[in-house]
């Protein structure tokens, strides 16, 4: 079965520091990765997919993250936070078929200090 | 770009009652899900669609839930009797044949009185 752990339910930074957040995933299969951004009452949002083409991906908004097979991680970052980019985020793995499910992790909520 | 579209953005229903949340997915999509997300919680799957039958369930669909997509267009997911716990935020999503290519709607959240 698939899981994916996101490491801390809440993240603190600095508006203009560095976001890092974190996700493991577990799989016996080839994966699909995902991260999704959800604002408040708001649906959710790709920010972008692993999907077995370059490990670094880059996404919407100035995020990107890495695909590491070694470390079976997923991290999301952006160099320079901005108080906008507070919200809900989301890891979420599948199998590399294009009709599995998702299998979200328990979501990140990312705050923004001044 | 093509949108998942669901309606309504928001219902509210007495506890016992029955409600269909409707989805129309992108029209030359073949796989279609519903997930379900309590508040403050993650997004959990509940049922994937494909060919006219469910293709795979989770848990949480039991018989009190069903789908069902009556006219090549609409993907409905109706909940049979109600539950103050099936207060959720429900969101339907489908599949293209593009690697990963799924999209999410808006979803619908469900408050049960």
């Known amino acids: 079965a698939q899981s994916v752990t996101q490491l801390g339910s809440h993240v603190s930074v600095s508006e203009g520091a560095l976001v890092l957040l974190r996700c493991n995933y577990s799989?016996?299969?080839?994966?699909?990765l995902f991260w999704y951004v959800q604002y408040p009452n708001q649906g959710l949002q790709l920010l972008l997919k692993y999907t077995s083409a370059a490990t670094l991906v880059k996404g919407i908004n100035g995020f990107e993250a890495e695909f590491k097979k070694s470390e079976t991680s997923f991290h999301l970052t952006k160099p320079s936070a901005h108080m906008s980019d507070a919200a809900e985020y989301f890891c979420?793995?599948?199998?590399?078929?294009?009709?599995?499910?998702?299998?979200f992790g328990k979501g990140t909520r990312l705050h923004i200090l001044p | 770009e093509p949108e998942v579209t669901q309606t309504p953005s928001h219902q509210v229903t007495q506890m016992g009652q029955e409600v269909i949340l409707r989805c129309v997915p992108i029209s030359n999509h073949l796989y279609f899900y519903w997930y379900r997300q309590i508040l403050g919680q993650k997004v959990e799957f509940l049922v994937s669609f494909y060919n006219n039958e469910i293709s795979e369930k989770s848990e949480i669909f039991d018989d009190q839930f069903s789908v069902e997509r009556p006219d090549g267009s609409n993907f409905t997911l109706k909940i049979r009797s109600t539950k103050l716990e099936d207060s959720a935020m429900y969101f339907c999503a489908s599949v293209s044949s593009q690697p990963g290519g799924y999209t999410f709607g808006s979803g619908t959240r469900l408050t049960v009185v």
């Open positions: 799989s016996s299969v080839p994966p699909y």
């Open positions: 979420a793995v599948s199998e590399a078929n294009r009709d599995d499910k998702i299998i």
